[in-house]
């Protein structure tokens, strides 16, 4: 299925494994859309990075910053087979700059010390 090749996403992944159970239902979570599968995989794999993350014990911008395919690389195979054409490396980078990434670190540290919630979030979907 769509979702699974999709799940690499823009990260240099190796390899990985992936299982997929359909079910038929009246009541979906989402309404209809395009992009067959890719916002889910999306999802899936920016909430692993977030996790890999925490178990490193480094920020969740750094380790997708370490992952990501480089632009030298492109265009680039992910495991799944498909072709990456996009550079997504600049757009992290400019996305961080613009939003000041450093300051809303901060803020959310902030936060946190007064049991409120910040959350930042910063999902990759290559086309």
Do not use: H
Request: with cysteine; glycine share 8%.
């Amino acid at each position: 299925m769509q979702v699974v090749s999709f799940l690499p996403g823009p990260y240099k992944i190796r390899s990985y494994r992936g299982a997929v159970r359909g079910v038929a239902t009246n009541k979906p979570p989402t309404g209809p859309y395009r992009g067959v599968g890719r916002p889910i995989s999306t999802f899936v794999t920016e909430r692993l990075m977030d996790m890999g993350a925490r178990a490193l014990g480094i920020d969740p911008f750094e380790i997708r910053r370490r992952n990501l395919v480089r632009p030298e690389e492109f265009p680039y195979r992910i495991a799944s087979g498909i072709i990456w054409t996009r550079r997504i490396c600049e757009c992290l980078e400019a996305a961080a700059r613009a939003a000041d990434y450093e300051d809303l670190r901060k803020q959310q540290s902030v936060a946190r010390r007064r049991d409120a919630i910040l959350a930042l979030a910063s999902p990759l979907m290559p086309n």
